[in-house]
């Protein structure tokens, strides 16, 4: 995702359906699932959460699920969020003067004739070569030997002009590692597509380069440290952007976009005016998988029946992956209509929600169910859920536990959207985004947030969205 001042949290979901799975007769069905670190990170990663809407192949026909991976932010953080709001031109192009200023340890001032000052030039004229069309230009740093690298570059090159990438300003952090006639540099690339003026992307690869006399070139540029490889960095990819949306995928699927595009389009133009803690941002970023990509990209080894995630790729940036084989133009506009509320409600977020899970889950299926126009579809769900006797009466639920049934966390989904519907029908929908702003952007305990919000005890608003839930039960 890019946007001047549209940053994003961190928990996301995809709601999606199948074309080859009958129509669902009830509401997304949700299951939740822990995941640990990916290995290299350097922790296990819990703070961030982000959630990926699945649907489960042993489930009846039509069941959606949620599945969830977690992240420590400050290992996200550290790896994608490297750079300041200096250090590029007034076109969002790579400042050749001032390198990359607020960078720890970054070679902006080294010396032109020193191995890291060649290194820096040579990235630099790179940069150039890309903002500006130049793919020779963009392959010259490339060593005659690399020739690999040389088509893996050309295709880099390809799938970012398809972006519209109008940021990319690399700098080396430290200095370079020199031995045996080559030379390893950690390279940091701040990136945007479409704006020259965004809330950027970073990432961070290794480089390795031959030293010969007072040349360098590149024999190795790997893919993104942390939450890599990025779709641009392994596949060719194909791109549509709209007023609000870019979407992009490989080839193969390419022909879906132009149907997909406008669905995407009218669920942003829902969930903007729902941007109450900041403007929306310029555009939302969502990629299309294959089978390959998509148990490849970001790292992120997922489950053939998850459908889509939403993956913080910073403190404030965010980008959607869908399953190719879970989703067609049918169910776009639906999902992200849930998709991209959290995006927009959770936007400058910098915390976990696992406590505020119905909240987070409730307000998206609100915005979701108010865009659709019709009666909310999960109300047999809830029936059911609450006449198992699993359902205790209470309305601040957390996620479900893994171990959970489709049809309880089914009921659960449902048993949010009701409470928050309830609380708009009693106090307002502008009562109703206050106090999700206490409660779950601020983290205010509810006893606190529903006096503030609403003027009434906690108890009070509890026990009025648990009535509301049991005449639909």
Known sequence: MVGDGGPHADVRDVTVGHAAIPHQRGPARHRFKESPGRPGSGTVLRAVLFTALAVVLLAPAGAIAFAAARYERSAIVSGQDLFGAAGHDGAGRPDARSGRPG???????????????????????????????????????????ATGLRENLARRFGSLRQLQVKVWQ?????????????????VLVKYCFVVDTCEPLTLEATTKWSVAGKSVTLLEFGTAKYLGPRPFEVSELRTVVGDRVVMSTT??????????????ERAAALTDTFARWGGPPARYVVYLAGPDEWSSWYGLRQEAWVAGF???????????????????????????????????????????YEHTW?????????????????????VGDVRTYVRSGHWKGEIALDDPPADSSTADVSGRYGVAYLSLQRIADRYGEDKLLEFFDYAARQGLALSDAAPKAFGVTWDDVEADCARAVRGHG
């Open 251 to 264: 080839a193969k699927y390419a022909s879906r976009l132009p149907s997909m595009l406008p669905a995407a």
């Open 103 to 145: 960078a720890p340890g970054a070679t902006q001032n080294a010396a032109p004739g020193t191995v890291d000052g060649r290194i820096r030039q040579a990235l630099q004229d790179q940069a150039a070569a890309l903002l500006g069309g130049d793919e020779d230009g963009f392959l010259r740093a490339v060593d005659p030997s």
């Open 170 to 186: 690399p700098a080396v952090q430290g200095r370079a590692a020199q031995a045996g006639g080559t030379a390893t540099a950690t």
């Open 310 to 352: 939403a993956l913080p790729l910073t403190a404030s940036v965010t980008e959607i992956v869908l399953n190719a084989a879970r989703v067609d133009t049918k169910q776009t506009l639906d999902v992200l209509r849930h998709e991209f509320t959290h995006v927009v409600t959770l936007a400058g977020v910098e915390k976990a």
């Open 358 to 378: 119905w909240l987070v889950e409730g307000i998206a299926e609100y915005v979701r169910v108010k865009g659709s126009g019709k009666p909310f579809d999960g």
